[in-house]
């Protein structure tokens, strides 16, 4: 049986799916809010890492809404132009 991933063995692939299976709708809700908030931490983190943690709040949150918000949007609504200024 071919997996979903070419790293993923078929017998880890069924364990992994039986778990979601177990889960309550609330649960699967919850691992996925989990992971985004994951993914915002590891993203800000690279952040700090390239433009200094002495960043301020409000620019680690302009570079990090310009990773989901489209150009025209942040320039729009912040003045923020993610291509001169960065990501």
Known sequence: MKTQSP????????FYI???RRM???ERLLRAFRMGEAVRALAAARIRAQYGPDLSE??????????WIDRETM??????????KGY
Request: proline fraction near 6%; charge should be negative; glycine fraction near 8%.
């Open 24 to 26: 309550s709708g609330e």
């Open 18 to 20: 039986e778990g979601l």
């Open 7 to 14: 790293d993923t063995s078929p017998e880890a692939e069924a």
């Open 58 to 67: 409000r620019e680690l949150l302009l570079r990090l809404g310009a990773l």
């Open 75 to 84: 320039i729009r609504v912040f003045d923020w132009d993610p291509e001169l």
